[in-house]
């Protein structure tokens, strides 16, 4: 007990003193970047009039909710972390932040975001938020994604949620073509990262994570990724024909649509020889434009606001 005592006590005097940089990477900004611009598009193209200042404001707590999630998720999975190559160099696997620094940061930025976001907006978009980082942190983080291949496809909720949590505090209810965004951001997901599996899965199979591409293999999540591929389409196309669609919006969806399509197509047709052969070369083209589409589908949205806005977009 006193070797262990000592041998923790050695460790933290040897940790080098953190920097803002290294908080900064605890609140994963690339994945709260993607938070910021959907819920801002909720914001954008939701039916009602918000003030500038509030409106930013929202999108702001809701940014900070999202890295609150990112917090909490690696205070939960330094383990595994310290396994995967690509994520060792985190700052509590690699030593340069405490995992108790980690949790506080995450807690604090969770009470002060939902208490802030209900403050600035209204009280069902903080619940929402609340609810997000809850489910992001504890039910994905601890259960999901440790316990069952289904931790791609149920975690996606969370992603899913802020330009639901933008469109409430816009207005204070949750409409349909909230629901169209929430729906094409959690089909979106799967085809995403187990395009991003299929390229890095060892790392999963290192760190004991029951990923598709480890349960049930390669072949079966190509055929999983296309199916769910698939399933973003009339997602799409319900926002095109919307009220907060367009033509412009339409065209959008089809043309990404049908590239989306053909590249989860082609990935799926594939077999593991051929995939290795090449570097994944499929693999690598289906998660490259997957980002395109999904920043096309909502920015296009956000310029059709601003063209009705001025009495020319929509239908």
């Not at 900070?64 to 690509?86: F, P």
């Not at 340069?96 to 604090?108: E, I, Y």
């Not at 399933?231 to 919307?242: G, N």
Request: hydrophobic share 55%; glycine share 8%; aromatic share 10%.
């Amino acid at each position: 007990m006193a070797d262990t005592s000592l041998h923790d006590d050695a460790r933290a005097a040897s940790r080098p003193e953190a920097a803002l940089g290294d908080y900064w990477a605890l609140l994963k900004p690339r994945l709260m970047s993607l938070c910021v611009f959907t819920a801002l598009v909720g914001v954008v193209v939701a039916p009602a009039s918000m003030h500038p200042i509030l409106a930013l404001a929202s999108v702001l707590f809701i940014a900070l909710g999202a890295g609150a999630s990112g917090a909490l998720n690696m205070w939960v999975d330094h383990d595994i972390d310290a396994v995967m190559k690509r994520t060792r160099s985190r700052p509590i696997p690699d030593g340069r932040v405490a995992r108790d620094d980690a949790l506080a940061l995450g807690l604090a930025l969770s009470g002060g975001s939902v208490v802030m976001l209900g403050l600035a907006a209204n009280w069902l978009a903080a619940g929402l938020l609340a609810a997000t980082i809850a489910f992001y942190a504890v039910v994905y983080s601890m259960w999901l994604k440790r316990r069952t291949d289904w931790n791609t496809v149920l975690g996606g909720i969370a992603g899913a949620m802020p330009p639901v949590i933008g469109w409430a505090a816009a207005t204070g209810t949750v409409g349909w073509e909230a629901v169209a965004m929430f729906a094409l951001l959690f089909a979106w997901q799967p085809p995403h990262f187990w395009a991003l599996a299929l390229f890095v899965r060892m790392d999963y199979h290192r760190a004991g994570i029951p990923m598709l591409t480890v349960t049930r293999g390669r072949a079966a999540t190509r055929r999983q990724a296309l199916v769910w591929a698939g399933l973003t389409v009339p997602a799409s196309l319900f926002l095109a024909v919307s009220s907060i669609g367009g033509p412009l919006t339409l065209a959008v969806a089809v043309v990404a649509n049908a590239v989306w399509l053909h590249r989860a197509w082609a990935m799926w047709r594939r077999d593991d020889a051929a995939a290795e052969a090449d570097g994944h070369t499929a693999e690598k083209a289906l998660f490259k434009w997957s980002l395109v589409y999904l920043f096309a589908h909502f920015a296009v949205l956000a310029l059709e606001a601003g063209l009705r806005g001025a009495g020319l977009g929509g239908w």
